[in-house]
Structure formats: structure tokens, C-alpha cells
Nanobody, 121 residues
């Protein structure tokens, strides 16, 4: 098992910035993809951004040009830099890793516990 520990959420005014972090609690044999998702009450969890082991990124149209996903492989950590935040970005943000924990394990996904981001004046 592995825990993903998120940090960096909070309250910010429209137009402001936040940086989210998500770190794994242990070493991992292989991380295929890291991503950020968000969810508002009564809605499905939606993809925000992903980054592969090779560094390829993918973004939701709603965040392109404002959010940047990056990763630190040595620290097993993924970041989400969020700029020009809008009230509609308000949600609980979750990180997800697609990993093989050890060479003996098959691939599976792990989720963080979620961090609240609120954009309001």
C-alpha cells in the first residue's frame, strides 16, 4: 500500500494562484502516470491534468493556459500550479498515481485524500 499526501489547498481570491503538491509515502518501483482531478458536490470527479513518466501532459480545456502540472521523480511528487483562478475552479482536488509498487505487483491506481480549493472574493 501507499498513501498519497496532498497539500497546498486553501482560499484564494479570483485571479490568484495556488500550488498543490502530492507526495507518495514510500518508494515506488514504477509510476506510469500522475494526475489531478477535481470534484464538486453532486458532480462526477473530472480530470484536470495528467503527466506521464515521459513527461507528456494533458489538460482539461477549462484549465489550459492557466494550470501547469509537473513532477519530481526523485521525490515521487506531482505538483499543480494554478494561476488566474476563477470561482468555477472551486472544488476538492484529488491526485492519482498509476503505479507498480514493487516489481512483483501489477499496476493499480491510488488516490489522495483530497484538498479543498476555494476561489472567492
Amino acid at each position: 500500500q501507499v498513501q498519497l499526501v496532498e497539500s497546498g489547498g486553501g482560499l484564494v481570491q479570483p485571479g490568484g494562484s495556488l500550488r498543490l503538491s502530492c507526495a507518495a509515502s514510500r518508494s515506488i518501483f514504477s509510476i506510469y502516470v500522475m494526475g489531478w482531478y477535481r470534484q464538486i458536490p453532486e458532480n462526477q470527479r473530472e480530470l484536470v491534468a495528467t503527466i506521464t513518466s515521459g513527461g507528456s501532459t494533458n489538460y482539461a480545456d477549462s484549465v489550459k493556459g492557466r494550470f501547469t502540472i509537473s513532477r519530481d521523480n526523485a521525490k515521487n511528487t506531482v505538483y499543480l500550479q494554478m494561476n488566474s483562478l476563477k470561482p468555477e475552479d472551486t472544488a476538492v482536488y484529488y491526485c492519482k498515481f498509476g503505479v507498480r509498487l514493487t516489481i512483483r505487483d501489477s499496476r493499480r491506481d491510488y488516490w489522495g485524500q483530497g484538498t479543498q480549493v476555494t476561489v472567492s472574493s
